[in-house]
Nanobody, 124 residues
Framework: HVQLAESGGGPVQVGGSLRLSCAAS????????MGWFRQAPGKERERVAS???????DYADSVEGRFTISQDNAKNTVYLEMDNLKPEDTGIYYC??????????????????WGQGTQVTVSS
């Protein structure tokens, strides 16, 4: 049973950094189809960064060069390092997994397994 738990959010000043963690249950393969999403107030949830089924890494244009997604297989944890934070990065950040997508090699869909989210607030 896939379970995901995010942590590491909080308040931060403009230009600061945060590292979010997504601890996955032991039965979750984090080698691919792992994504970070965010939802700002009044806006739809958007994908921020992801590790695709073939291991490729993809970022949203708005965070390219500032955010880094990585994984620690020993801890079964996926991280999102966020640098040079801006007010528009404020939102609830969610971790998501698509184990079926990883197993089949198809495009990751992130439909079924999500964490509870962690709040990030960037202020000047």
């Amino acid at each position: 049973h896939v379970q995901l738990a995010e942590s590491g959010g909080g308040p931060v000043q403009v230009g600061g950094s945060l590292r979010l963690s997504c601890a996955a249950s032991e039965d979750t393969d984090i080698s691919g189809c792992m994504g970070w999403f965010r939802q700002a107030p009044g806006k739809e949830r958007e994908r921020v960064a992801s590790i695709e089924s073939d291991g490729d890494i993809d970022y949203a244009d708005s965070v390219e060069g500032r955010f880094t997604i990585s994984q620690d297989n020993a801890k079964n944890t996926v991280y999102l390092e966020m640098d040079n934070l801006k007010p528009e990065d404020t939102g609830i950040y969610y971790c998501a997994a698509d184990p079926l997508g990883l197993a089949t090699g198809r495009r990751c869909s992130y439909a079924d397994f999500w964490g509870q989210g962690t709040q990030v607030t960037v202020s000047s």
